[in-house]
């Protein structure tokens, strides 16, 4: 069966600090990958999703940005936290080629930038 | 543009009570449509899709919702509420023909009181 691991669970950084969020999904190739952002009433926010190795697409301009390094594999990152970037973070994945069919999400990750 | 509503922020029900949520949306075609279930600090888990056919669809957890093209809604609803019924709801359309995404709704919270 297909699973999907996101960590850390938590994490508090200063402003102006890296960060690297990790994502990786098992039991599936070719997977398209998402990574979303929640923030307090305002739903979900689509930042990145990639449909391939290397191959990553923006949704909205901002200070994130995400990798694809291997099949299973989504990484987002900044150089430089802001304050406005804490929230939670989720990855989510779907059978590769079937464009919004059906998405499963990993666990999040709540970021608190201070 | 496509677009997912939830009329409702919060919602509470008492335990046994009926319930149910509102999701319109905005699809230019048949759209493929999802309510999911987010409880505190986790991430979201499917609670029904509706692809094509039968306009009633059954889910997890006891939960059902009607497609209904002419106002564009997929309501969902549960006959009997359960205090573990306390969670976000979120509306997705996923937008299988533009080679996008999902759109979400901004989510309805439930509150079961006893």
């Known amino acids: 069966s297909q699973t999907i691991h996101q960590w850390p669970a938590t994490l508090v950084q200063p402003v102006g600090s890296p960060l690297s969020l990790e994502c990786t999904v098992e039991g599936t190739s070719n997977p398209n990958l998402y990574w979303y952002r929640q923030a307090a009433g305002r739903g979900l926010q689509l930042l990145f999703y990639?449909?391939?190795?290397?191959?990553i697409s923006s949704e909205v301009p901002q200070n994130l940005s995400a990798s694809r390094p291997q099949d299973r594999q989504f990484i987002l990152s900044s150089k430089k936290l802001l304050l406005s970037d804490s929230g939670f973070y989720l990855c989510?994945?779907?059978?590769?080629?079937?464009?919004?069919?059906?998405?499963?999400f990993g666990q999040g990750t709540r970021l608190t930038v201070v | 543009a496509q677009s997912v509503t939830q009329p409702d922020i919060h919602i509470t029900v008492s335990e046994g009570a009926s319930l149910e949520l509102r999701c319109n949306y905005s699809?230019?075609?048949?759209?493929?449509l999802f309510w999911y279930v987010q409880s505190p600090g986790q991430g979201l888990q499917l609670l029904l899709k509706y692809f094509s056919g039968d306009t009633l669809v059954q889910g997890i957890k006891g939960f059902e919702a009607e497609f209904k093209r002419s106002q564009s809604s997929f309501n969902l609803r549960k006959p009997s509420v359960h205090w573990s019924d306390a969670a976000e709801y979120f509306c997705?359309?996923?937008?299988?023909?533009?080679?996008?995404?999902?759109?979400f709704g901004t989510g309805t919270s439930l509150t079961v009181i006893p």
């Open positions: 699809y230019g075609a048949t759209p493929y």
């Open positions: 997705a359309v996923g937008a299988g023909d533009t080679g996008n995404q999902f759109y």
């Open positions: 990639s449909v391939g190795i290397g191959q």
């Open positions: 989510a994945w779907e059978r590769g080629g079937r464009w919004g069919t059906e998405a499963f």
